[in-house]
């Protein structure tokens, strides 16, 4: 195997933190809607993660969307082009 690129290294530290925060963003939305019962504060939170996935969570070869609860390492391959997502970049 080939070791990553400099490139690849900070688009993979640029996932997980993308991972991370959209963990935060959901616990948000649950603490805004139970405890203080806002459920649009809660829906708006949602809608940011969602479209924060869809423009920052896409594969670097064929810029398709990724599905952000997979779990991603260096040897992540893109379901829709089949090539290693942090590699050869």
């Known amino acids: 195997m080939q070791a990553l690129s400099e490139k690849g290294t900070a688009l993979l530290a640029k996932f997980k933190k993308f991972q991370k925060l959209s963990l935060v963003l959901y616990a948000l939305a649950a603490m805004a809607f139970v405890f203080a019962g806002n459920i649009l504060l809660a829906i708006i939170i949602v809608a940011l993660d969602i479209f924060l996935e869809i423009k920052l969570y896409r594969c670097p070869h064929c810029g398709k969307g990724l599905d952000c609860r997979r779990r991603v390492n260096e040897d ?13 970049l």
């Open 76 to 88: 992540t391959v893109c379901p829709k082009c089949e090539k290693y997502i942090f590699r050869g």
